[in-house]
């Protein structure tokens, strides 16, 4: 999570001509968040919406951003080595992290916050110089899923010292989540919801189809066309957030298993999921996986996912049937 300004979203709407939807807008967790919702709103039920999800986004960021000195996800990774009640809400999407973190054998993984600070991703700022192979290995040692507990009875969590928790890769997506959590409590029926590039569609457009989406396509204009009702995407990429020294390119996606940014030619990945906060975090584990591992991973448990794939001279874009079915591309 980060308080900078956003880049622009991964995954955005087409701007095709359609009947006007009402429109609301903010500022929380570091980025911008948009709800269209295709039927009139009056001002007072807007007003009532956006209180409410200004209100669930800045109960997740005093929870969960590593930006927020206060924060309770700040407060737990400054604690000496014990167990530790959190509230509910980070007890929940920590747990998700962490089942995500095991299933991918840590190509996932929420408690890299040291490293991604050292490579100038985090709170303190960005650097020029790549870290030193031994500032790299001491702060590789002191993360892993692995070295944390949950206790389940008590919404514990296992600090073992030192180790820092980050949920920037999965917080997000689950703000879209609770944006959507508001509008369902409030009995809006059709509405797309969009978190620092993070989306979630319910129902229909105002044409009575389906939400008209565009996937970035790195280094293209272009967007990669798609449809959804019902469904999250979340995508995530390594061409956004960067840095370069001495001719090589440093992406703000790091490789929980060595400690560096990504070498590979997985430029980004997108996925579908009921939850976007589910989304969001397989994202990051199949672009961490790999142009070979990713998409095998994602085959052989369902996933629905696209890819797409740098080569010298274009984009070269793959999917799973799961993916093509509910995105209908």
Known sequence: MTDRPAPPPVASQENT??????????????TTWTVKIAAPVGAARADALDAAIQQALERITRQMSTWEADSVITVLSQSEPGWYQ??????????????????TGGAYDPTVGGLVDLWGFGPRGAIAVPPADS????????????RTALNAEHRGVWQPGRLQFDLSSIAKGYGADQIAAVLDQH?????????????????????????????????????????????????SGDYRRHFEHGGRRYGHTLDPRTGRPLLHSLASVSVLHHDCMLADALATALLCLGPGQG?????????????????????????TAEFRALARC
Not at 135 to 140: D, E, H, K
């Open 17 to 30: 001509a359609a009947p006007p939807c009402h429109e609301l807008r903010g500022r929380s967790m570091g």
């Open 86 to 103: 959190v509230p509910e809400e980070l007890f929940h999407v920590l747990g998700h992290a962490l089942d995500v973190a095991r299933q």
């Open 135 to 146: 500032a790299i290995a001491a702060a590789l040692a002191q993360a892993g899923w692995h």
């Open 187 to 235: 009995a809006i029926e059709h509405y797309l919801v969009e978190l620092g590039g993070e989306l979630k569609a319910r129902g229909l457009n105002p044409r009575q189809s389906r939400w008209a989406l565009g996937i970035d396509i790195p280094g293209d204009p272009a967007t990669f066309p798609i449809s959804l009702s019902d469904c999250a995407i979340a995508t």
């Open 295 to 319: 998409p095998a991973y994602a085959r052989a448990n369902g996933i629905a996912a696209l890819f797409m794939h740098r080569h010298p001279h274009d984009i070269a874009i793959e999917s």
